[in-house]
């Protein structure tokens, strides 16, 4: 089982990036899947669910309306949108296996800043 996220970076305070998790070692279209991240000094924090069929979602308070979760089963990848970044956002952010998780990943680091 592996996940590699990618797409971080800097990006200025209101900006975009869009997060990616590749998965394999598993079969993918039957699991929900999670977007997490941590802070520096801060425990991991869910960020967004997606269902396994990308039906339902769920988000946190804190990125709800900027954040959007979406996945493409054929391609075994979760994304994360994430628009009007703040600095508050900045953390590395990792994917998982809803449930049951699976071993992290490295993460992508994101940082939000002028």
């Known amino acids: 089982v592996q996940l590699v996220e990618s797409g971080g970076g800097l990006v200025q305070p209101g900006g975009s990036l869009r997060l990616s998790c590749a998965a394999s070692g598993f079969t993918f279209s039957r699991y929900g899947m999670s977007w997490h991240r941590q802070a520096p000094m801060k425990a991991r924090e869910l960020v967004a669910f997606?269902?396994?069929?990308?039906?339902?979602?769920n988000y946190a308070n804190f990125v709800k309306g900027r954040f959007t979760i979406s996945r493409d089963n054929a391609k075994k990848t979760v994304y994360l949108q994430m628009n009007s970044l703040k600095p508050e956002d900045t953390a590395v952010y990792y994917c998982?296996?809803?449930?049951?998780?699976?071993?992290w990943g490295q993460g992508t680091q994101v940082i939000v800043s002028s």
């Open positions: 997606i269902s396994s069929t990308g039906g339902s979602t």
């Open positions: 998982n296996r809803a449930s049951p998780p699976v071993d």
